[in-house]
């Protein structure tokens, strides 16, 4: 078949064979490794989330075929070395699913969705405690939480998976206390004048009380933040585009001046939201 032939994921497949290939591909494909095409895997998945976000769909079926790609060229390598390929790939996660989903390809019935929660959660710890003693790897609650995940979404999976065997608060106030405490201590720290690497410790700690307090109230801390970017960029464009209405670079500002616009920018959005949503 020839590459322009075929559709969907044969002709990918075809494709990336090619561009491997070790006598007629692309030199630059055939030099990469896992470790050096992980970075844009990641890369891919965020850009699949961004056109999410900004619910951009022609985008996202572009972002999806990026992030197909990904997988596609690490199946393909792991073919090269004869560990698996894309077809156990996609067989592994179907059978995986139709395990973790009795009630749907078994006769399991579920009351809800929390109770699919925790049935699934349940079948997950199975899953890698028999992978831990098949490989005599790690058995802890902690294991296997990638440590390349961005912190804030790590702080929380390490925080439930801790709350599964009872390590945690019963409620949302005594983490807001425990909130109060690492600002206090990271606020010693700076009266101290302790060196950055303490600083940074005491800074951690506030942070993953935050995604505690986040959890607690069954917020996602990724999602929170992400909103508190967009509304602090969309904030500051205006007050870019007000300092060009006077003819000024937004540089020259003082700091009163750019408060005074940064009031203003609040405003005008207040006034700009559907009334709920003031």
């Known amino acids: 078949m020839a590459d322009g032939d075929g559709r969907g994921i044969d002709r990918l497949l075809s494709v990336m ?33 961004d056109a999410i976000e900004r619910a ?3 985008d996202l079926e572009g972002e999806l075929g990026d992030l197909l790609l990904q997988v596609v060229y690490h199946a393909q390598m792991a073919d090269e070395r004869g560990w698996f390929d894309f077809d156990a790939v996609a067989r592994a996660i179907a059978d995986k699913m139709i395990a973790r989903h009795p009630h749907v390809f078994g006769s399991d019935e579920v009351a809800d969705s929390a109770a699919l929660m925790g049935i ?19 058995a802890s609650v902690l294991a296997d939480v990638p440590v390349a995940l961005p912190a804030l979404t790590r702080a929380l ?62 917020l996602d801390p ?40 940064w009031q203003q920018a609040k405003a005008e959005e207040r006034r700009a939201a559907p009334a709920d949503d003031r």
């Open 56 to 58: 951009d769909w022609a």
């Open 222 to 261: 990724e999602a929170a933040l992400r909103a508190t970017n967009a509304k602090f960029e969309r904030r500051f464009r205006r007050i870019e585009a007000a300092a060009a209405r006077q003819g000024r670079p937004v540089g020259s500002l003082t700091l009163d001046e750019l408060e005074a616009l």
């Open 120 to 138: 699934w959660e349940e079948r997950k710890a199975r899953e890698r405690a028999a992978k831990a003693q098949a490989r005599g790897a790690d």
């Open 157 to 218: 999976k390490l925080q439930k998976r801790a709350a599964r065997v009872g390590f945690d608060w019963g409620e949302a106030a005594p983490v807001l206390s425990k909130l109060r405490e690492e600002l206090d201590e990271l606020e010693t720290a700076l009266a101290e004048a302790v060196s950055k690497d303490e600083l940074a410790l005491e800074l951690g700690d506030l942070l993953f009380s935050v995604v505690n307090l986040a959890r607690h109230l069954q």
């Open 17 to 49: 064979r090619r561009l491997r290939d070790p006598r007629t591909g692309c030199p630059w494909d055939i030099e990469q490794s896992f470790a050096t095409i992980a970075p844009y895997t990641i890369e891919e998945a965020y850009e699949v989330a």
